[in-house]
């Protein structure tokens, strides 16, 4: 079976693990931490890296920096993980949803400001299966509105997008656009810590508010005294060294994904029942996960669609369902009738195939040609 990921370590991560275990650095206090904070927050274009132990925690924390008030309102995209959602909600704030853009699967941004209300004070765009979100239009929202950015960067390690606000174009890094970012380095991850995640901001209150709420909220001054509540979310030594090695190899990562995606597309492209990643002008995106969504034409959703390449030995992962599909959510009395038809649909009949690092020509060739297979009389030649 070609599995959906395989991570791909070297030789580098072996020696800098290696270093740790010989010097004893095993926890949450060593070399490689700090400079992994810094490379990947320098890289992303901004001033200070808080690593955490996940991508989740680093969700929690980032919105926690914002201090919000029982009430506040933070509009997000209803199609992406649960963590999102979660931050908010645990934050003491209300999630407020958009539906996605049918292209690129992120939030839709021109829903956006139709969903602004007195009580809004965050926007948190989620950059989807490795393509950036449309960024301008809510950058120049919290301008117009005074509202913070919260960037979920998970997925999109390294992808760029072409800001032309004022007139000026520049590539920015995902992650490094607004207020306070997150990032994961889960197994799946452009750059794996095994698990792990990075919150990432330039302002020195946000980075020194979620150093204490990573660390328990231990006071410098006082140790063991606490004004505030905290969580031990801290990542140790040995798996920042293996964030640090891929890091120095980054732009290599960077091509391989791309090449997997374009060699998808180039192989997938003739399929007219499929909907494949896009690469807008304004983006240059890095296939995190290359993902698939099959017409309803076909009368067949993701899950048998999903059964039957497995049958044929290729392992997929379906997309993520809504927020607003979320029973834990509607139960809190959230979400209750709202309607988000893109993300309905693309929950219902996408998935995402075998992107992994470790993936080989043969492995991508072998997939493409068994969902020719599968989709039969579909597959044009
Ligand atoms: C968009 C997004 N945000 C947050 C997370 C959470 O990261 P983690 O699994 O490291 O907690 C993920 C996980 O894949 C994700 O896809």
């Known amino acids: 079976m070609i599995p959906v990921n395989e991570p791909l370590l070297g030789e580098r991560e072996l020696e800098y693990v290696t270093e740790c275990v010989q010097t004893g650095w095993i926890s949450s206090a060593g070399r490689f931490i700090e400079e992994f904070e810094e490379k990947w927050a320098a890289y992303c274009g901004m001033k200070y890296g808080i690593a955490v132990s996940n991508g989740t925690t680093a969700l929690q924390v980032a919105v926690r920096c914002l201090d919000l008030k029982p009430g506040d309102e933070v509009i997000m995209p209803t199609f992406t993980i649960i963590s999102c959602a979660m931050a908010i909600v645990e934050?003491?704030?209300?999630?407020?949803?958009v539906d996605s853009d049918p292209r690129t699967l992120c939030m839709d941004v021109s829903q956006v400001e139709s969903k602004i209300t007195p009580r809004t004070r965050a926007i948190m765009p989620v950059h989807i299966y490795g393509h950036p979100v449309d960024m301008d239009p809510l950058l120049a929202l919290a301008d117009k509105y005074r509202l913070a950015i919260v960037e979920d960067a998970a997925e999109v390690h390294g992808a760029e997008y072409l800001s032309q606000r004022s007139g000026n174009r520049i590539w920015r890094r995902c992650g490094g656009m607004g207020e306070i970012s997150a990032f994961s380095f889960y197994a799946n991850k452009l750059i794996t810590t095994g698990e792990g995640g990075m919150v990432l901001t330039s302002d020195p209150r946000y980075a020194e508010k979620a150093r204490s709420l990573r660390n328990l909220c231990f006071k410098s001054e006082r140790r063991f005294y606490h004004t505030e509540l905290g969580y031990n979310y801290r990542l140790t030594n040995l798996q920042a060294a293996l964030g640090l090695a891929q890091l120095e190899r980054f732009d290599e990562i960077i091509a391989k994904k791309r090449w997997i995606g374009q060699a998808y597309t180039e192989c997938l492209k003739n399929i007219e029942v499929l909907q494949l990643p896009v690469e807008e002008p304004w983006a240059r995106q890095v296939y995190w996960m290359y993902g698939l969504v099959l017409d309803e034409s076909t009368n067949m959703d993701a899950v048998e669609f999903a059964k039957r390449l497995l049958a044929l030995g290729v392992?997929?992962?379906?997309?993520?369902?809504?927020m607003h599909e979320q029973p834990v959510f509607l139960e809190q009395g959230l979400f209750r009738?709202?309607?988000?038809?893109?993300?309905?649909?693309?929950?219902?009949?996408?998935?995402?195939?075998?992107?992994?690092?470790?993936?080989?020509?043969?492995?991508?060739?072998?997939?493409?040609?068994?969902?020719?297979?599968?989709?039969?009389?579909?597959?044009?030649?």
Do not use: D, H, I, K
């Not at 392992?315 to 809504?322: A, C, D, K, M, Y």
């Not at 470790?358 to 072998?366: G, R, V």
């Open 315 to 322: 392992q997929t992962r379906p997309f993520f369902l809504g």
């Open 91 to 97: 934050s003491g704030g209300v999630p407020v949803l």
């Open 337 to 381: 009738g709202e309607q988000y038809p893109v993300a309905e649909r693309v929950a219902r009949q996408g998935l995402y195939l075998p992107t992994g690092l470790a993936l080989t020509e043969m492995q991508l060739e072998q997939c493409c040609e068994v969902v020719r297979n599968v989709l039969g009389a579909y597959a044009v030649r």
